[in-house]
């Protein structure tokens, strides 16, 4: 699992490049169509990375800087990590318990009902 895809680190990077710019700038310093931009700048929203601000009658994006991305990086690594713990867990859990839906399930058989 990937804490950002190729087009979102594209993007953020590009802008710490070019530091606050409009889509439209953005769009002709990666090469990436406005309508596919707008749907990765609203993933880097989402995610706290990058930040609209209306501007006149413009949006332009800033994103986080590199220190708070850092910071960003290393929480959603470890929340990977402690999912990745509670899965390994109830994996183990589940495989430890020797019942399972098959041995509850009693077959009667008979024309009277019970």
Same mark, same amino acid.
């Given at each position: 699992?990937? !804490? ?40 880097? *929203? ?33 929340? !990977? ?9 109830? !994996?183990?859990?589940?495989?430890? *318990? ?17």
């Amino acid at each position: 699992m990937e !804490i950002l895809s190729e087009r979102e680190k594209q993007v953020f990077f590009a802008l710490h490049k070019i530091d606050t710019a409009t889509a439209q700038n953005i769009a002709k310093e990666t090469l990436i169509n406005r309508t596919a931009l707008y749907h990765t700048l609203g993933l880097l *929203q989402k995610k706290g990375l990058v930040t609209p601000l209306k501007k006149d009658f413009t949006t332009i994006f800033q994103p986080i800087p590199l220190a708070e991305f850092e910071i960003w990086s290393k929480k959603r690594v470890a929340s !990977i990590q402690k999912e990745l713990e509670e899965m390994t867990d109830a !994996i183990s859990k589940a495989k430890e *318990q020797k019942s399972n839906l098959f041995s509850q399930i009693r077959y009667y058989e008979g024309v009277e009902p019970i």
